[in-house]
């Protein structure tokens, strides 16, 4: 078995003659966690979405765990392996953080199961390790419309890992967030790294510096370089094509 669980060969994906993803070559090692940055309009979303389905590509292929993924739905490589956290958290908002991740952990899959059905020995245990390691124990019982952002964004990848996938995709899991939930953000990160093999995508350099160990910059939907943050900082055409503009993103 390879010990890549991802890899991307050849890949462009074209939008009517824009090339959004446009030749790109990537491949994340089982366990690696791995932060993709880049400018607007690198094509990082586009390339969440090949990954999980959302997009084919036009040319290229996708294997995740040395499976091809070409023609299959979104929820048929959800179910292989693959969870994805969008920007925005998407939690039930009139549930409380623990029986978000009851329905998660539901076998049964749907809303009436995971509040009305009694949940087992071992989804309860799954269910009160997740929250101590998500940080809400203390809010575990109270509506999710009541937590802060931050701990939304938490519960969220909580929700994501009660799934049991084998890779997690974040989509800037620290934006909007201060600086003390950053960190927490980060920490989580890292502590489900241990176990899980993880690509974030993010723009708060200051975040990357704490959670990356390797970094791959995305430029007009290619690999621009990849390497360490320090590598990756100091090089001139990252400087050049992403991180002088970032104030011009910001504005």
Same mark, same amino acid.
């Given at each position: 078995?390879?010990?890549?669980?991802?890899?991307?060969?050849?890949?462009?994906?074209?939008?009517?003659?824009?090339?959004?993803?446009?030749?790109?070559?990537?491949?994340?090692?089982?366990?690696?966690?791995?932060?993709?940055?880049?400018?607007?309009?690198?094509?990082?979303?586009?390339? &969440?979405?090949?990954?999980?389905? @959302?997009?084919?590509?036009? *040319? !290229?292929?996708?294997?995740?765990?040395?499976? %091809? /993924?070409?023609?299959?739905?979104?929820?048929?490589?959800?179910?292989?392996?693959?969870?994805?956290?969008?920007?925005?958290?998407?939690?039930?908002?009139?549930?409380?953080?623990?029986?978000?991740?009851?329905?998660?952990?539901?076998?049964?899959?749907?809303?009436?199961?995971?509040?009305?059905?009694?949940?087992?020995?071992?989804?309860?245990?799954?269910?009160?390790?997740?929250?101590?390691?998500?940080?809400?124990?203390?809010?575990?019982?109270?509506?999710?419309? &009541?937590?802060?952002?931050?701990? @939304?964004?938490?519960?969220? *990848? !909580?929700?994501?890992?009660?799934?049991?996938? %084998? /890779?997690?995709?974040?989509?800037?899991?620290?934006?909007?967030?201060?600086?003390?939930?950053?960190?927490?953000?980060?920490?989580?990160?890292?502590?489900?790294?241990?176990?899980?093999?993880i690509v974030v995508i993010e723009h708060d350099m200051e975040f990357v510096r704490q959670i990356a160990r390797k970094v791959t910059v995305l430029h007009q939907g290619s690999v621009l370089c990849e390497g360490s943050i320090d590598e990756v900082q100091t090089d001139p055409r990252v400087i050049e094509v992403y991180l002088g503009?970032?104030?011009?993103?910001?504005?």
């Amino acid at each position: 078995m390879s010990d890549k669980i991802l890899q991307i060969e050849n890949l462009t994906v074209s939008f009517d003659g824009f090339k959004a993803i446009n030749n790109l070559n990537f491949s994340l090692d089982t366990g690696e966690l791995r932060v993709v940055i880049g400018p607007n309009g690198a094509g990082k979303t586009t390339f &969440l979405d090949i990954i999980t389905g @959302k997009t084919q590509p036009t *040319i !290229g292929r996708v294997l995740f765990k040395g499976r %091809d /993924l070409h023609g299959f739905k979104e929820h048929q490589i959800a179910r292989m392996g693959v969870g994805r956290k969008f920007q925005t958290p998407r939690v039930y908002l009139n549930l409380t953080p623990r029986e978000n991740l009851e329905l998660c952990c539901n076998r049964r899959k749907n809303i009436l199961g995971a509040v009305f059905g009694k949940p087992t020995t071992a989804e309860r245990r799954t269910v009160g390790g997740l929250l101590e390691t998500i940080g809400l124990i203390p809010k575990a019982d109270i509506q999710a419309a &009541l937590l802060a952002h931050g701990e @939304k964004q938490r519960l969220e *990848i !909580g929700m994501l890992v009660a799934q049991s996938p %084998d /890779l997690l995709l974040v989509d800037e899991p620290v934006a909007g967030l201060t600086d003390e939930e950053t960190e927490k953000v980060g920490n989580l990160l890292m502590a489900l790294a241990e176990s899980h093999s993880i690509v974030v995508i993010e723009h708060d350099m200051e975040f990357v510096r704490q959670i990356a160990r390797k970094v791959t910059v995305l430029h007009q939907g290619s690999v621009l370089c990849e390497g360490s943050i320090d590598e990756v900082q100091t090089d001139p055409r990252v400087i050049e094509v992403y991180l002088g503009h970032q104030d011009d993103e910001a504005a």
